[in-house]
Nanobody, 122 residues
Framework: QVQLVESGGGLVQAGGSLRLSCAAS????????MGWFRQVPGKEREFVAA????????RYADSVKGRFTISRDNAKNTMYLQMNSLKPEDTAVYCC???????????????WGQGTQVTVSS
């Protein structure tokens, strides 16, 4: 089992940057595929990005490609989301999550953090 805690959210102007962190407990962090999701009240949760066990493979939603960068540091049990060129439509609660399974096949994310609010003003 792994527990996840996000940090780094806040209020930023459009065009600005934020870096989110996701700290994981447990000694098996490197065995999980990690992902970032976001949700706006009244809308479905949206996939943002995912990173493989070693960090060598990444995947992004089209809406953030070229602006966001996902990474991980297994020695620190931490995953990151660098968000640049932020837009008002990026405003959401951002949650990190962990799953097992194959990188090439989507499977259910089993562990979730509580989320951190990101607000982008125009």
């Amino acid at each position: 089992q792994v527990q996840l805690v996000e940090s780094g959210g806040g209020l930023v102007q459009a065009g600005g940057s934020l870096r989110l962190s996701c700290a994981a407990s447990g000694r098996t962090f490197s065995s999980y595929i990690m992902g970032w999701f976001r949700q706006v009240p009244g809308k479905e949760r949206e996939f943002v990005a995912a990173v493989s066990w070693s960090g060598g493979s990444t995947r992004y939603a089209d809406s953030v490609k070229g602006r966001f960068t996902i990474s991980r540091d297994n020695a620190k049990n931490t995953m990151y989301l660098q968000m640049n060129s932020l837009k008002p439509e990026d405003t959401a609660v951002y949650c990190c999550a962990a799953r097992g399974g194959s990188w090439s096949q989507d499977s259910r994310y089993a562990y979730w953090g509580q989320g951190t609010q990101v607000t982008v003003s125009s």
